[in-house]
């Protein structure tokens, strides 16, 4: 198994800065994509932005701009620097890894999901 652990959620107001942060740990495991996700209540969780093992990122257009995200591949983590905060970027932001995984039986490609982060821009 593998686990995803976030941080660096809160609360700010519109136009501040927060940077979430996730970090991956578990055994004999590789990683390919790792991203963030978001959620706001009574909508359909959506990307928010993805970034593959060679450091290639993509953005939802509603956020290109204002949200980096970057990796660290030693230290299997990932975060997401996100400026110019608008209330509606207020949601539950989600870790997320695209992952080979040793197994007796051999790899298997599993996808992994973190508990979440709660990110509220208000004023």
């Known amino acids: 198994q593998v686990t995803l652990v976030e941080s660096g959620g809160g609360k700010v107001q519109p136009g501040g800065s927060l940077r979430p942060s996730c970090a991956a740990s578990g055994s004999r495991f590789s990683i390919n994509f790792m991203g963030w996700y978001r959620q706001a209540p009574g909508k359909e969780r959506e990307l928010v932005a993805i970034?593959?093992?060679?450091?290639?990122?993509n953005y939802a257009e509603s956020v290109k701009g204002r949200f980096t995200i970057s990796r660290d591949n030693a230290e299997s983590t990932v975060n997401l620097q996100m400026k110019s905060l608008k209330p509606e970027d207020t949601a539950v932001y989600y870790c997320?890894?695209?992952?080979?995984?040793?197994?007796?039986?051999?790899?298997?490609?599993?996808?992994?999901w973190g508990q979440g982060t709660q990110v509220t821009v208000s004023s």
């Open positions: 970034i593959s093992n060679g450091g290639h990122p």
């Open positions: 997320n890894a695209d992952v080979n995984r040793a197994s007796p039986t051999g790899w298997l490609g599993e996808t992994y």
